[in-house]
């Protein structure tokens, strides 16, 4: 059965500080409260899926809008803490809290983009290329070699997804942009983010050639 069969159903939810997920994201944890061992050894006998939420580490609040993650491997360790590897598979919006105790339990309904009204190749491509002369920068900057992953997505969406999952450091920005349900919109904010980063380190590579000379 897949996430988008049924159009509201209960979720398992793990709050996390400053951490959004996106689908098709992998994220590693460290599952080690009590509570939330009850919860991954109740989800293994079931679907193995659970929703995650972005906690704001300023005032405490629990996102409404998170990322189901599908647990696709895990290791029991001795004292009964796990290891688990997750992937994000579709986001959500909670509509109530069904319990709070022992772990978190949602009303939730699958959330999707709108169906695109434009072609969304050539905002993919300046997206694309954004990040590629992004990481020339960066690996200029540092003196260290940054090699991008040879399994970045082709697909508008997929792609917005990968980008917003990858923006480390600024949870608040990823919070935005995994809330957006316009592919379009996405991408152009990320060529937004990307456009200004470049410019930044383009102006800081500029600098340290000027002291070199």
Known sequence: MTSSSVAVCELPLFPLPELVLFPGVKLPLHI???RYRIMMNTILQGDRRFGVLMVDPADGRVCQVGCCAEVVHYHRMPDDRMKIATVGQQR???LDFVREKPYYVGLVEWIEDQP???DLRGLATDVDHLL???IQLSAKL???SIELPDDIPSLPTE???WIAGNLKGAAQEQQALL???DTALRLEREIEILTST???LAARSALEDAFKS
């Open 32 to 34: 080690f409260e009590f």
């Open 92 to 94: 959500f919006r909670v």
């Open 116 to 118: 695109p009204e434009q």
């Open 132 to 134: 590629r002369v992004v």
């Open 142 to 144: 540092t003196g260290q």
């Open 159 to 161: 792609l917005s997804y």
């Open 179 to 181: 809330e957006i349900q």
């Open 198 to 200: 470049r410019n930044h």
